[in-house]
């Protein structure tokens, strides 16, 4: 599923249709692209953000459109049509004023394409945890600490707490900050969180600046990420000191670590 890198990734590419109008909707699957978008339009493109793993749509008229992508949804920018790339996997195609148009395409139908206006979009991120890359250290680890029976990997992934962060780049962090995804919180020293705190920014930047990890399936505007190749743990075999990899099952999710540079 696309993090907090993959979502930014694609935030930043969209940002050449703000400033644009939608000027016509065709929607092709009714379950991903919410139908009421066509009942506001045509409607400007002012600003396009990330909250989380959502993309939101700031538009004229005092509306958004709140984008998650799920497991497989993506985008095309189409500026004139040579060829039908855009057509596979297709949910909504967003005409704009200049003859271009952008897609929203998604392989498992899970993403979605909701109409929201002010007060909606509010209220829904109020529910929502923190950026890690705008939290303080002392701030994050005041946070994480009133939990401290939960487990520290599941809480890293607990979007209530800490919005963008899933199984990849929880395991990463972990991994680098040398903290066992076993531990509660209460185990973990503020030393080793503060060094979570940092290795966690760390790695994110790190794999905004590689355009996001792709191991199944995500693509961006332009191709593919790079971070795969930097991965220390998670789907390697090996960490980055030649050290076997462990692999257990927490909350549900698969996780590996390294039992010697982990405790
Ligand atoms: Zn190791």
């Known amino acids: 599923m696309p993090e907090l ?3 930014e990734t694609v935030v930043i590419q969209l940002q050449r249709v703000v400033g644009k109008k939608i000027a016509t909707l065709e929607i092709k699957d009714r379950k991903v692209i919410d139908s009421r978008i066509r009942n506001i339009l045509p409607v400007t493109i002012n600003g396009i953000y990330r909250k989380g793993k959502f993309i939101v749509f700031k538009l004229s008229k005092k509306q958004f459109l709140l984008v998650h992508l799920r497991m497989t949804g993506h985008f095309h920018y189409v500026k004139s049509e040579i060829s039908g790339d855009y057509k596979k996997y297709l949910a909504g195609k967003f005409n704009l004023d200049d003859g271009s148009f952008f897609t929203y395409n998604t392989i498992r139908r899970f993403g979605t394409v909701r109409l929201m206006d002010a007060k909606e979009v509010n209220e829904y991120f109020a529910k929502q945890g923190v950026e890690p890359l705008e939290i303080s250290s002392r701030h994050f680890i005041n946070l994480i600490k009133k939990y401290p029976g939960a487990n520290i990997k599941n809480k890293l992934l607990d979007q209530k707490m800490v919005m963008g962060i899933g199984n990849i780049y929880a395991q990463e962090a972990l991994y680098h900050a040398k903290v066992h995804p076993k531990r509660k919180i209460a185990e973990v020293s503020d030393a080793s969180l503060g060094l979570l705190h940092r290795e966690m920014q760390r790695i994110l ?24 190749n930097l991965l220390a743990v998670y789907q390697q075999k090996k960490c980055p000191r030649e050290h076997e990899i462990q692999r257990i099952v927490i909350g549900g999710r698969g996780t590996n670590y390294c039992s010697k540079c982990q405790s």
Do not use: M
Request: charged content about 25%; aromatic content about 8%; hydrophobic content about 25%.
């Open 205 to 228: 930047r790190l794999a905004i600046k590689n355009n996001g990890t792709t191991v199944d399936n995500y693509s961006h505007l332009d191709g593919k990420g790079d971070f795969q």
């Open 5 to 7: 890198p993959e979502v």
